[in-house]
């Protein structure tokens, strides 16, 4: 068996044992109670590990640059932005009276639609400026935090502990009604983005040599970019923003896969991201849920260890 399909059993079958423990650990008591609960959260946990997973991997290729993070595009800030806007319109009472799965849709829709109108630089330039589309992208997500900050300022105390308590992803206190919008978009996301994975592997190549293999690179870029902007969003909305730690956790899965997916085929690369950015959340959940008491925050840990990847990839590239 080739090195990179033994590489993605062996990480498939790592990822089934987080699961079990997950499930099963210190799980005394009713069963009939403690399985439906853990296997909600789980599925949380295996939809955004896969959205935060792939968005990431495809944003590297894109950009051809493995110290990037579909983060820089300002989603979380927006998202934030967002949800504080509608706790200063309603109140913290309408806020959270409101249809969650209309809220869900409409933050996919305002957060893609954003998106969209920020790869209208990349358009303009025929595909050529996408590092002027990213400093555009940091520049809005200052921008969105400015203004959220002073939205804040004018809510009272108990309206922001409202806005603070979506403001930060959690596993733990999710909508379970957004579960079924999201399976739905990642099963999409998963059928539109395998069909592209040999295309992603020419996009490596390069703008010049992906136009003279045939492949209409502004119109394919679009459409890959919109995948992205749709997966962040919906990880985003279903447990919230992440904040500087998903950036770090992008880069640790993408680091991670490219070492052992020992290939640059998207075949194998894409389904090795997944399974790493699940095992990473399942296992540390697990650790951190169920061995260590809730003592420790996960995040705590990725935004170490990413950050620790990161300047290995800024320090290793320098050298070379």
């Known amino acids: 068996m080739p090195s990179e399909k033994r590489n993605l059993l062996l990480a498939a079958l790592l990822l089934i044992a987080a699961c079990t423990l997950f499930m099963t650990l210190n799980a005394h008591g009713n069963w009939g109670f403690v399985l439906p609960l853990r296997a909600t959260k789980l599925l949380a946990i295996l939809l955004v590990a896969y959205a935060i ?22 989603f979380d800030t927006l998202y934030v932005f967002l949800q ?7 109140g913290s009472i309408g806020y959270v009276q409101l249809d969650s799965n209309w809220k869900f849709g409409a933050e ?49 105390p108990e309206e922001f502990a409202v806005v603070q308590s979506v403001s930060y992803a959690s596993f733990n206190s999710f909508n379970q009604n957004l579960l079924l919008p999201s399976l739905m978009v990642v099963l999409a996301s998963m059928f539109f983005i395998w069909r592209e994975r040999h ?16 492949i209409p690179y502004q119109r394919n870029i679009l459409w890959i970019l919109v995948w992205v902007a749709v997966l962040v969003a919906t990880a985003t909305a279903l447990v919230g923003p992440f904040g500087y730690p998903v950036s770090f956790f992008g ?4 680091a991670l896969a490219n070492h052992f997916a020992a290939t640059l ?3 194998i690369r894409l389904p090795m991201s997944f399974l790493i950015a699940a095992l990473l959340l399942v296992g540390g959940q697990t650790l951190f849920e169920h061995v260590l008491g ?3 925050v996960l995040s705590v840990v990725v935004e170490f260890a990413g950050g620790l990847v990161f300047l290995y990839l800024i320090l290793r590239k320098k050298q070379a």
């Not at 880069?251 to 993408?254: N, S």
């Open 53 to 74: 997973g792939i968005s990431t991997l495809l944003f590297q290729t894109l950009t051809n640059n493995p110290i990037l993070t579909p983060s820089l595009l300002g």
């Open 108 to 156: 996919l829709l305002i957060m893609l639609g954003g998106s969209l109108l920020l790869f209208q630089v990349l358009l303009r330039e025929g595909g050529r400026d996408l590092a002027r589309m990213i400093l555009i992208g940091v520049i809005f997500g200052i921008f969105f935090r400015s203004i959220t900050s002073l939205m804040q300022r004018l809510i009272d």
């Open 199 to 214: 295309r992603l592997d020419v996009h490596m190549l390069g703008r010049d040599q992906t136009i003279n293999l045939g």
């Open 294 to 296: 809730m003592q420790a």
């Open 265 to 267: 085929h998207h075949s």
């Open 84 to 90: 504080t806007l509608l706790v200063l319109i309603f």
């Open 251 to 254: 880069l640790l899965v993408c």
